[in-house]
């Protein structure tokens, strides 16, 4: 499902199936170090003194700050699936534009557009 919206126009979902494409195959070509970076996202995501839910907003403020649109897309996705609501997300955005600035206020824009598109997914697939 492709949701337009009337910011960017960028689709977020199709973005992270197109990518999930891009990955299988690098992962193909080098099985040694994939393996090793599940094992890392598996232990780092993994509930101890924070939850998923937390790590998650952690990781978009880490996507934004870094520019990533695809770690915006798939741990948007991810803090929904472990019920971040879009306030959640707002004051992960706010804590990435103090420590990043202007740029963070751009891909801080994105994030919430993205959280906006899988939201509305979500609610059509209800």
Do not use: N
Request: proline share 3%; with cysteine; charged share 20%.
């Amino acid at each position: 499902m492709s949701i337009e919206t009337p910011t960017t126009g960028k689709d977020w979902i199709g973005m992270a199936d197109d990518l999930r494409g891009a990955i299988k195959e690098m992962r193909g070509g080098i099985p040694a170090v994939a393996k090793a970076f599940s094992a890392l996202a598996s232990a780092a995501t993994a509930p101890a003194a924070l939850d998923v839910k937390t790590k998650e907003l952690i990781a978009i403020g880490i996507a934004i700050a870094a520019r990533c649109d695809g770690c915006i897309t798939f741990h948007v996705k991810a803090a929904i699936d472990h019920g971040a609501t879009r306030e959640e997300v707002m004051e992960t955005v706010g804590m990435a534009i103090y420590m990043g600035g202007g740029p963070s206020m751009i891909y801080g824009s994105l994030t919430i557009e993205a959280f906006d598109q899988y939201m509305a997914a979500k609610t059509a697939g209800e």
